[in-house]
């Protein structure tokens, strides 16, 4: 399997932001539209944000207007940039290859990367 490598969670106060990263090989990344997903204990990963190879996006509504996804195609990096954080943002955030399968978007690799923890907290 080829690294999915998230990196850029840590605490932060509510109404603060961060910049995830999510980092994979050029093969998956040049083939695939990307999404981000979180997680936290006793939920569903949930999928937050989506990007095309052709740069469009989309998001849930609970992250609407707040968080903003983008690809460097050069670096086989996407973004997560995260604004006005809030405490129900707490979570492991994943990010994985998607696909669009019977009108649901769905994690096209197998596997997940280590994720990067988000924590807001006053």
């Known amino acids: 399997q080829v690294p999915l490598v998230e990196s850029g969670g840590g605490l932060v106060q509510p109404g603060g932001s961060l910049r995830l990263s999510c980092a994979t090989s050029?093969?998956?990344?040049?083939?695939?539209?990307m999404g981000w997903y979180r997680q936290t204990p006793g939920k569903e990963r949930e999928l937050v944000a989506t990007?095309?190879?052709?740069?469009?996006?989309d998001y849930s509504d609970s992250v609407k207007g707040r968080f903003t996804i983008f690809r460097d195609n050069a670096k086989n990096t996407v973004y997560l940039q995260m604004n006005s954080l809030k405490s129900e943002d707490t979570a492991v955030y994943y990010c994985?290859?998607?696909?669009?399968?019977?009108?649901?978007?769905?994690?096209?690799?197998?596997?997940w990367g280590q994720g990067t923890q988000v924590i807001v907290s006053s």
């Open positions: 990007i095309t190879r052709s740069g469009r996006t």
């Open positions: 050029r093969s998956i990344f040049s083939n695939n539209d």
């Open positions: 994985n290859a998607v696909q669009s399968l019977l009108g649901r978007t769905l994690p096209t690799l197998n596997y």
